[in-house]
Every structure is written in structure tokens, then in C-alpha cells.
């Protein structure tokens, strides 16, 4: 079946640290999306990509960084700079041929800072 | 950035009701969409209303779009307890570059 995958579903954190987090789709969807969900609000959006070798800020994209080597995936590394990270963080994907389209969410990574 | 504003922000009905929730936004859209969430899992997306369109059905949902007043309403019939979950609106603008923004949400109970 088609869909995205996000892994880990949990990843814990230390001070200091950076980690990535993996999205990889097999939609042949050409844009991919990453955002953060704190509890209780709403989506923000932290960067995205419509082609390969190519990606752009989001609205809260500082401590946040990105590539989008191959159409499949697009991995986000929250480093050390991201001084609040625990959340949860949503990947997303939608065609860019098709108007008028819906994205298609993974089932999210919940990140802890220990 | 634009963003959609949900009202209410929770809700809570009797299994077999009927549940409203309500959107605002603030720029000129392409397209409206709706999405659902379950605690602690991703969005799925419900239902997609354009610009040009007033009503559209998707079984028991029901969206509208009035864009004069900017805002759209999803109403879920003959609620379930298994509709128990959060509701979001999410705007596709050109002034955004077709990127999705999303509202806050509202949560709803349903209880059986």
C-alpha cells in the first residue's frame, strides 16, 4: 500500500544533541512537507520541498534543517540550536500535478527532550 | 501568515447528534480542506471545497464555503463515538504559495 512512513515514533533527546528524524513516501508525490504540533494547538510548518535538491523555510524553520536528496524521502535534523524541540512532528506529502489535492500525513514522531 | 481559526475549540455531544464546528480565515484561498485527528496519530484528510463551491457532501459530513465572510463550516450528522477526535481547517492560498495552514482546531467528544 501506498503511504508515508515516519520512524522513530518516539526519539528522546539530550541537551546538546542533534537527531533526525526519517519521512519517506512512496506516493511518487512531488512535494513533501514537515511540520510541528505542540499540545493542544495547531500545525506549523517548518520547511518544505517541491523538488529534489530543493527546499524552502517554513514559518518556524531556526534550529530546523533539511535535504531532499532523492523524491522519496526528506529527513529533518533538529540540532542543538532548537532550544525548545519536544513535540510532535508531522511529515506530509501532496502531487504537485494534481490540483486542488490533498496531503497525505505520516503517523507523526513524538520527540523528548531528557 | 494566514491562518484558519477554528470555533469552537472543544465540543461535546451525545453519540447520534450532530456536531457544527466553524472556520475562519483571513486572505483569499484556492481551497478549503478539512482534516481529522486522532489523539496522538497523523491528519487524514476528510474533504476538499474550492473556491468556486458553496456545499459539498462526503457521507455524513457536510462542508460549506462562504467566501464573502471568509469562513466555512463542517458539520458531522448522526455523530459516532468513533468521530471522537480533533477537527482542522487548513487554507491553500496563493499569497502562501500553495502551501497548506493550518488552524488550531476543535476538538470534539462524542460520548456514547
Known amino acids: 500500500d501506498g503511504g508515508i512512513t515516519q520512524s522513530p515514533k518516539y526519539l528522546f533527546r539530550k541537551e546538546g544533541q542533534n537527531v533526525t528524524l526519517s519521512c519517506e513516501q512512496n506516493?511518487?508525490?512531488?512535494?513533501m512537507y514537515w511540520y510541528r504540533q505542540d499540545p493542544g494547538q495547531g500545525l506549523r510548518l517548518i520547511y518544505y520541498s517541491q523538488i529534489v535538491n530543493d527546499f524552502q523555510k517554513g514559518d518556524i524553520a531556526e534550529g530546523y534543517s533539511v535535504s531532499r536528496e532523492k523524491k522519496e524521502s526528506f529527513p529533518l535534523t533538529v540540532t542543538s540550536a532548537q532550544k525548545n524541540p519536544t513535540a510532535f512532528y508531522l511529515c506530509?506529502?501532496?502531487?504537485?500535478?494534481?490540483?486542488?489535492?490533498?496531503?497525505?500525513f505520516g503517523s507523526g514522531t513524538r520527540l523528548t527532550v531528557v | 501568515s494566514q491562518q484558519g481559526e477554528e470555533d469552537p475549540q472543544a465540543l461535546s455531544i451525545q453519540e447520534g447528534e450532530n456536531a457544527t464546528m466553524n472556520c475562519s480565515y483571513k486572505t483569499s484561498i484556492n481551497n478549503l480542506q478539512w482534516y481529522r485527528q486522532n489523539s496522538g496519530r497523523g491528519l487524514v484528510h476528510l474533504i476538499l471545497i474550492r473556491s468556486n463551491e458553496r456545499e459539498k457532501h462526503s457521507g455524513r459530513l457536510r462542508v460549506t464555503l462562504d467566501t464573502s465572510k471568509k469562513s466555512s463550516s463542517l458539520l458531522i450528522t448522526a455523530s459516532r463515538a468513533a468521530d471522537t477526535a480533533s477537527y482542522f481547517c487548513?487554507?491553500?492560498?496563493?499569497?502562501?504559495?500553495?502551501?497548506?495552514?493550518f488552524g488550531g482546531g476543535t476538538r470534539v467528544l462524542v460520548k456514547p
Open positions: 506516493l511518487n508525490h512531488d512535494a
Open positions: 487548513a487554507t491553500d492560498a496563493l499569497a502562501a504559495g500553495n502551501k497548506l495552514t
Open positions: 506530509a506529502s501532496s502531487p504537485l500535478s494534481t490540483p486542488n489535492y490533498g496531503y497525505t
